[in-house]
């Protein structure tokens, strides 16, 4: 008797789509064809696509600290409301995940109270190389984070020579807020008080690209693996592919999605994140490189802040939107236009998160494999609502968005824990286990 059957769905095995039955025991992939077995329990996966689960490399769920804004237990809700069965989340916490005795902390935090899987980075500050020689083994850590330029929190390493220290000391990847801090200070003339359009101003495509040439040197220099994160130029695009092998880049669903002027005519400081949202020319380069398979993931940045401080006057708005629950539907609605194949964004999502990071069993549909699914409705259309947002900010930049395409099911360790969006049973996900 297995422990579910998940029957007539259209499952994307080997980068081909094939009718099979999956048979699932003990949280495990047991069994994949057409399944004459009895079952406890059977999803009708017909009309569906039943991809592998999908994995969110970038969410900030801001516990400890700012738990008002999110925790571990609404973000990981956020996340299964949107189809995604992982997450990596981010050191960026107050006290911040920067030493051994906090990255338990956070784990002993995550236990029972997540209900997808998790991998926590391990905060790099300018004198913790100690703390990173030693992440080799660390059950749940998924990589060092880097901040090379100020953001949210107080994580920065922003002098060459303690940047240097990091990535000669790592043992993991080291993923990285790609800003430089010197240009970033230098430039604060330019920021217009009470207008969010001079924030890519201040946070110019010369800041993000005099730290990523650096970061790449840096990593080179010490043949270790750089990801960078949340890529927002068409500069930082063309260099970054002429450096592929250790170094890999990510780019978010918002840069692929929304643009300026409009976005900050439209939304004002809910636009703000960084780095910023760029102008036309900047967003079809990122497409360009989606396209092209330049770009390794796509992470949401779920940076969520509560309506009452994205309200304030910039600068004092705070930089970060959700994304989490989004991520998905954004990404589907995508490929219904067109502008990227299902098989491009199972590798952005899947496949080569579980490459770059070294993740056990996880993003293929394959037997002996985890049974952690996305069943998504590439037909379905919803509007996304501010109502409907699990995470405790309660908003999204695509209110009112019609997409078609959108998770209708997640299922985790063979146990499914959203159906047509009403989460079920216990926050139960676990730590994913590293090579």
Not at 184 to 199: E, R, T, Y
Not at 404 to 417: D, E, R
């Amino acid at each position: 008797m297995l422990d579910l059957i998940i029957k007539n769905g259209s499952c994307f095995i080997d980068d081909n789509i094939k009718q099979q039955d999956l048979g699932i025991e003990n949280g495990k992939i047991v069994k994949i064809g057409k399944l004459k077995e009895d079952a406890r329990e059977t999803y009708d996966a017909q009309n569906l696509l039943v991809l592998p689960g999908c994995i969110d490399t970038q969410t900030h769920f801001r516990e400890p600290g700012s738990t008002d804004t999110e925790d571990l237990h609404s973000g990981s809700r956020a996340a299964i409301a949107g189809g995604i069965t992982a997450v990596f989340e981010m050191p960026n916490t107050n006290p911040p995940t920067s030493n051994k005795k906090e990255f338990q902390r956070k784990l002993d935090l995550a236990k029972n109270r997540m209900y997808c899987n998790y991998a926590f980075y391990f905060g790099a500050t300018a004198d913790n190389a100690d703390d990173l020689a030693d992440l080799k083994n660390l059950e749940g850590c998924c990589g060092i984070k880097l901040f090379a330029g100020s953001s949210t929190g107080n994580l920065l390493v922003a002098k060459e020579t303690d940047i240097e220290k990091v990535f000669k000391n790592s043992s993991k990847v080291v993923a990285v807020h790609s800003e430089d801090e010197e240009i970033l200070n230098i430039n604060k003339k330019l920021i217009k008080n009470g207008d969010v359009h001079s924030h890519p101003i201040w946070r110019s495509v010369e800041c993000a690209m005099s730290s990523t040439r650096r970061i790449v040197r840096i990593a080179e220099k010490y043949n270790k693996k750089a990801h960078v994160l949340h890529i927002t130029t068409k500069e930082e695009i063309d260099f970054l592919s002429q450096h592929k092998g250790n170094i890999t880049f990510e780019i978010t669903p918002q840069h692929l999605t929304i643009y300026a002027p409009d976005c900050y005519n439209k939304l004002g400081t809910y636009a703000q994140m960084n780095p910023p949202i760029r102008d036309k020319s900047h967003y079809d380069r990122l497409w360009y490189a989606v396209k092209n398979n330049l770009n390794d993931t796509i992470g949401s940045d779920h940076a969520p802040h509560l309506k009452i401080n994205k309200d304030k006057k910039y600068p004092n708005s705070p930089s970060g939107m959700p994304g989490v629950q989004t991520l998905m539907p954004v990404m589907l609605n995508h490929i219904n236009d067109g502008k990227l194949s299902l098989n491009q964004l199972i590798k952005l999502v899947c496949e080569n998160p579980v490459k770059i990071f070294g993740i056990q069993n996880k993003g293929f549909i394959k037997e002996g494999y985890d049974a952690d699914f996305t069943i998504v409705d590439m037909n379905k259309k919803i509007i996304i609502k501010n109502e409907n947002i699990e995470s405790k900010c309660r908003w999204s930049p695509f209110n009112e968005v019609e997409f078609k395409g959108t998770p209708v099911a997640t299922i985790i360790a063979g146990k499914i824990k959203m159906k047509n969006g009403e989460i079920l049973g216990d926050p139960d996900g676990s730590p994913l286990i590293f090579n």
